[in-house]
C-alpha cells in the first residue's frame, strides 16, 4: 500500500481496489461495481453479494446514479463537491454516513452496506441496504406460555431491538452497540432505561463488555461466560431469554439486557434466584393463579434435586422410614434386580441423559419414534429382565418430568448436575449426606452475587417489600415499587397518592 497510508482510504480509486483485492484475497463474493458519471468523475459501488438488497440497489442506488446525474453541474466541481453533491442530492437513500477509516470501511462492508468510493476522494460513503435472508418472527421455542403475545427473538439484531421498542415507547429506552471479537465484529447492543437503571450498574456491564478480548462471539453464551460473576459455579448467574415482553419486563425493573447479532437468546442482568422459577404467563393470568404455578415450579424443582437420592437412602440406610407393607413391595420387586439402589439410579439416570441429548440431536422426523422405544420399550423390558425395579422407573420418569416444568433451561440443567452428586451422599451415608448436601447448596447460594447485587434476595437478605413478587405473586394494585434490590433510580413504578387497598 505505497499510495495511502495504513488505516486511511486512498485517494485513488485504483489504488482502493488493488488494497481490497490483497485484502478480500479475490473473493468471488466481493462485488465492485465501476461508474462513469461524468468525463473526468469515476465512481465505484463495493458490496458483499448475499448481505445487501440487491433489488433495491438496482431500483433506487444505481437508478438515481446513472438517470439522476446533473453533468453540467459537476463540471468544473473538485472532488469534494463532486461528494458533497451525490451524497445531498443524487442518492436516494436514507442511511448514509461518510467513511474516512479503511479498517471501519471493511467493517461496513462486511456488515451489509455498499461503500461508495469516489476518485481523487480519500473518503468513502456508506450506504446502509442489508438485505441476507432472515427468519421471520414466530413462536418462541424455548419458553412457550398459553397466554401472552405468540413472538420471540430472531437472529438478527436490529428485528431484536425493534421488538424491545414495540413494548417501551419511551424516550429514556436507550440502546448501545459495541463490536466484540477481533475476527467476527459481532455487534452487541445493550439496551437500558436511562432514568430507571442504576447508572453504577450500566456502567460495570460495559466495563466488563470491553474487557472482553477474544477472536470470536457466536452466540450469547459466549458473553454470558466473559461477564459472569464467577464460573465456579452450576447456577447460572445471568438470565436470558427468547421472549421479548420477558426482556421489556426486566428493562422496566431496572435491569440492563444486552442483546446478540446472530442469536435469538437475550441477556438480562442483574439477576435472582426466583427470577429462574418466574415466567411472563404468572402476569398475564391472576394473581391466585400465577402464585399457584410458581409453587407447582418450586416444588418440581426439589422434586428434580432429591426425588432419586431420597429413594437411594431411604431403601439402602432408612427402611425403617417407609410403611409396612410398601416395604415389601418394594423388597418384592428388587428380589431380582443384581445392582444396589445406588448403582441403581446412576444406570437409569444416566440412561436418561443419554436419551435427552439423543432427543435434541437425532432428526425431528424419527424422533417420537427414538422417544417412544428409549421410554417404554426399553424401561419395560428392563423391569421385565429385572434389571431395575419399576420403583425405581416411577421415580426416574416423576424426576425428568418434573425437570421439564422450570422455565429456564439453565437452572434445569444445574439441578440434574446437582442430582447425580446427591444421589452419591445418599448412597455413601443416606440422609445425613443429603442434609450435608443441601447445607453445601444453601451455603453455595447465599455466596453468590449477580452483577454485585445478592443471589438469594429478597429471601436472603430478607426484604419483605420484594416477597411480594418472588414466591408468590401479588396482584398488580400491590405491586407499586420495583425490586429494591436493583437500586433504581425510581423505585415507584404505580401512582402512590393512596396506599388503600382496590374497591371489591
Known amino acids: 500500500m505505497k499510495d495511502t497510508e495504513i488505516g486511511t482510504i486512498s485517494s485513488r480509486l485504483e489504488v482502493n481496489i488493488a488494497n481490497l483485492y490483497q485484502l478480500m484475497g479475490e473473493s468471488s463474493d466481493v462485488v465492485i461495481k465501476e461508474l462513469q458519471i461524468e468525463e473526468n468523475t469515476h465512481i465505484s459501488l463495493v458490496y458483499i453479494d448475499g448481505l445487501v438488497d440487491t433489488q433495491v440497489l438496482h431500483n433506487s442506488i444505481l437508478y438515481s446514479l446513472q438517470e439522476h446525474i446533473p453533468y453540467e453541474q459537476l463540471r468544473g466541481l473538485s472532488p469534494e463537491q463532486k461528494f458533497e453533491m451525490i451524497k445531498k442530492q443524487i442518492l436516494i437513500a436514507g442511511d448514509i454516513a461518510v467513511i474516512d477509516d479503511y479498517s471501519q470501511f471493511i467493517h461496513h462492508l462486511l456488515s451489509g452496506n455498499i461503500m461508495l468510493l469516489l476518485d481523487g476522494l480519500s473518503s468513502a460513503l456508506r450506504i446502509g441496504l442489508p ?250 423390558a428392563a423391569v421385565a429382565a429385572g434389571f431395575i425395579s419399576s420403583a425405581m422407573v416411577i421415580i426416574v420418569s416423576l424426576t425428568a418430568i418434573s425437570s421439564f416444568v422450570i422455565p429456564e433451561t439453565g437452572m434445569s440443567i444445574a439441578a440434574r448436575m446437582i442430582r447425580f452428586v446427591l444421589i452419591a451422599l445418599a448412597g455413601f451415608i443416606g440422609l445425613y449426606g443429603i442434609l450435608f448436601g443441601i447445607f453445601i447448596i444453601v451455603l453455595h447460594l447465599s455466596s453468590l452475587r449477580s452483577f454485585g447485587m445478592p443471589y438469594m434476595s429478597p429471601l436472603g437478605p430478607y426484604n419483605s417489600k420484594d416477597l411480594k413478587d418472588s414466591i408468590f405473586r401479588f396482584p398488580w394494585p400491590f405491586l407499586k415499587t420495583r425490586p429494591a434490590e436493583n437500586k433504581t433510580q425510581n423505585l415507584f413504578r404505580q401512582s402512590t397518592s393512596s396506599d388503600k387497598e382496590p374497591t371489591k
Open 131 to 380: 438485505g441476507w435472508e432472515d427468519r421471520n418472527v414466530g413462536e418462541p421455542s424455548s419458553q412457550s406460555v398459553v397466554r401472552g403475545p405468540m413472538e420471540g427473538f430472531t437472529e438478527n439484531l436490529r428485528t431484536n431491538t425493534a421488538l424491545v421498542r414495540r413494548k417501551i415507547k419511551d424516550s429514556h429506552l436507550w440502546l448501545e452497540t459495541v463490536q466484540i471479537g477481533r475476527v467476527t465484529q459481532t455487534s452487541v447492543s445493550i439496551m437500558y432505561l436511562s432514568n430507571i437503571a442504576n447508572k453504577e450498574l450500566v456502567q460495570e456491564v460495559k466495563r466488563r463488555l470491553n474487557k472482553i478480548d477474544t477472536d470470536s462471539i457466536l452466540e450469547s453464551g459466549y458473553i454470558e461466560e466473559f461477564i459472569q460473576e464467577t464460573a465456579v459455579t452450576p447456577f447460572p448467574t445471568v438470565y436470558n431469554s427468547d421472549r421479548p415482553d420477558t426482556i421489556a419486563a426486566g428493562i422496566l425493573e431496572g435491569k440492563v439486557a444486552i442483546l446478540v447479532d446472530g442469536t435469538p437468546f437475550v441477556l438480562l442482568v442483574p439477576t435472582f434466584f426466583v427470577a429462574f422459577f418466574q415466567s411472563a404467563e404468572d402476569y398475564y393470568q391472576r394473581a391466585d393463579i400465577g402464585t399457584l404455578l410458581r409453587l407447582v415450579r418450586f416444588i418440581s424443582f426439589f422434586i428434580t434435586l432429591l426425588a432419586p437420592s431420597l429413594y437411594v437412602a431411604i431403601t439402602t440406610y432408612h427402611q425403617e422410614m417407609i410403611p409396612t407393607n410398601l416395604v415389601i413391595s418394594l423388597a418384592a420387586q428388587r428380589e431380582s434386580v443384581p445392582f444396589p439402589a445406588f448403582i441403581e439410579a446412576l444406570i437409569m439416570e444416566m440412561t436418561y441423559e443419554i436419551l435427552r441429548e439423543a432427543g435434541v440431536r437425532i432428526p425431528k422426523n424419527i424422533g417420537q419414534a427414538i422417544s417412544i422405544v428409549g421410554t417404554l420399550v426399553i424401561g419395560q
